[in-house]
């Protein structure tokens, strides 16, 4: 084959195109998801701490961390991630906060922790 038939053949150019494509692409696509996890995480610990602070203004629980690990949606969290204290935000209140570390895809990479706290106050 001479030189000239080599530049022109067009073989196997979209196997080189998506060698050069696709590690951008797929970098993009998991840190979507990423992303995603991480405020699936951070919208389920905030309104499960939203209303276990609800539940601690007017004494609806005996155990508050227990209704708040009840009220997260689809996250392994226990007990130990909720926090209850007196809060001055009212007259009968108490702040809940939740920390949870959110798993990453490349071990690597440090886990994304999360940080949520809420005071209802009556």
Known sequence: MTSRGFL?????AT???FALA???????LFGLAQVGLWLWADFSLQRAVDAASRCA???CAADIKSYAVNA?????V???????TSASCGSNSSKVAATYSVPTFVPALPDIT?????????
Do not use: H, K, M, W
């Open 114 to 122: 999360v940080n949520v706290s809420a005071c209802y106050p009556t």
């Open 57 to 59: 203004a007017i004494s």
């Open 8 to 12: 022109r053949d067009a073989d196997g």
């Open 78 to 84: 226990s007990t130990s991630a909720f926090t209850v």
């Open 22 to 28: 696709s590690p951008i692409f797929f970098l993009g």
């Open 72 to 76: 997260t949606v689809g996250l392994p």
């Open 15 to 17: 196997a080189v195109e």
